[in-house]
């Protein structure tokens, strides 16, 4: 069963606008949440981070918004550029869970000149 | 070069072979991972080290293999590849564990098993 997901597979925005990328987690015990970036051929590299004692969490164009009583967050790229364009995963961790980072299956954000 | 460097970028390998993928990190970081990405499941963890000589399993570690002698050296070893094994596969570090420390990618081997 999938403890983080990501229903978007893609997302198409205009350069400029808002690009709002969506997460859901399953498992309650979650308390640590990350964003990761992916360009192709290359490996992923981090982008912000968001503890559960916080509901947002704020860096440059970035933000994070958790939402616990929904198990929710999103990432929120203000304004999007075309440098933009990548594929964007959510993962999710819990205290006691040292190495198992769980991540989503990703959204492809496309951001359009 | 400093970062985490893994090898080959690309192999090609037969059903049945033994073939190991190679992770090096120069950041003396002291867990490292394993991930595999495939279409429709995103970024699986296979296997995991918290230091040198202590590994424990992912979410996937059916037919791998890992070892850590060393704390720079993370190899994985598919100990007889099958066709389900094909996939990129992500070596990553961190300097504490992956729970509030973001994790450092290498650029993936691109693994075929024909």
């Known amino acids: 069963d999938q403890q983080v997901k990501q229903n978007s597979p893609s997302l198409s925005v205009q350069e400029g606008r808002i690009s709002i990328l969506n997460c859901d987690y399953t498992?309650?015990?979650?308390?640590?949440f990350l964003w990761y970036k992916k360009y192709p051929a290359e490996g992923p590299t981090f982008l912000i981070s968001?503890?559960?004692?916080?509901d947002k969490n704020e860096d440059g164009r970035f933000t994070v918004f958790l939402n616990k009583s929904a198990k929710h967050l999103s990432l929120h790229i203000v304004p999007s550029q075309p440098g933009d364009s990548a594929v964007y995963f959510c993962?999710?961790?819990?205290?006691?869970?040292?190495?198992?980072?769980?991540f989503g299956k990703g959204t492809k954000l496309s951001v359009k000149p | 070069d400093a970062g985490i460097t893994q090898s080959p970028r690309y192999k090609i390998t037969e059903t049945g072979r033994q073939v190991t993928l190679m992770c090096h990190q120069t950041w003396s970081h002291s867990y490292m991972f394993w991930y595999r990405q495939d279409l429709g499941h995103g970024l699986r963890l296979i296997y995991y080290?918290?230091?040198?000589?202590?590994?424990d399993k992912g979410e996937v570690p059916d037919g791998y293999v890992v070892s850590r002698s060393k704390t720079e050296n993370f190899p994985l070893t598919l100990e007889s590849a099958t066709r389900s094994q094909t996939s990129v596969y992500f070596c990553?570090?961190?300097?504490?564990?992956?729970?509030?420390?973001?994790?450092?990618f290498g650029n993936g081997t691109r693994l075929t098993v024909t």
């Open positions: 968001i503890s559960s004692i916080k």
């Open positions: 993962a999710a961790n819990r205290w006691g869970s040292q190495g198992n980072l769980i």
């Open positions: 080290s918290a230091a040198a000589d202590i590994t």
């Open positions: 498992n309650s015990m979650f308390d640590y």
């Open positions: 990553a570090s961190s300097e504490h564990s992956a729970y509030n420390s973001p994790l450092h």
